[in-house]
């Protein structure tokens, strides 16, 4: 399986206070995104809590954890080894209690695969005999 090299550094400026989503771009047709490391750091202002997750948009995410009181200046980072976004979704963190100006960095490092395995139910795969 061949894997591609994915890193991305995201730097927004909160465009408003109450839960402020940063959302990375989808993942193409036919690959997979394995995330190894996502780390943020609120430049500006200390925040209440930041989740990391995946979804099509901010409306259905799915959360792999959060972390809670975000101190200025100091960068947080996933603990978990590895998450993977299906295609057609994308990378999710919402920042709760930011302000409005807050200058929030964010790195995603891990790698692109092409799906290996059919989209049809495993009965249907036939195997040749031999």
């Not at 894997?3 to 109450?18: E, F, G, M, Q, W």
């Not at 995104?33 to 209440?48: G, K, M, N, P, Y």
């Not at 059919?118 to 031999?130: L, M």
């Amino acid at each position: 399986m061949e894997k591609i090299p994915y890193t991305r550094s995201l730097k927004v400026v909160c465009d408003n206070a109450a839960n402020f989503f940063i959302l990375d771009d989808p993942v193409p047709s036919g690959a997979r995104l394995f995330v190894q490391h996502i780390s943020i750091e609120d430049r500006t202002t200390l925040a209440a809590a930041v989740r990391f997750g995946r979804g099509k948009d901010a409306a259905e995410p799915h959360w792999w954890e959060e972390q809670l009181t975000i101190v200025v200046n100091t960068v947080r980072w996933m603990t978990k080894e590895q998450h993977m976004v299906p295609d057609g979704q994308r990378v999710l963190l919402r920042l709760d209690g930011a302000t409005v100006g807050d200058r929030i960095w964010v790195e995603i490092e891990g790698y692109m695969a092409p799906k290996v395995l059919s989209d049809g139910p495993f009965t249907r795969v036939s195997r040749g005999e031999g």
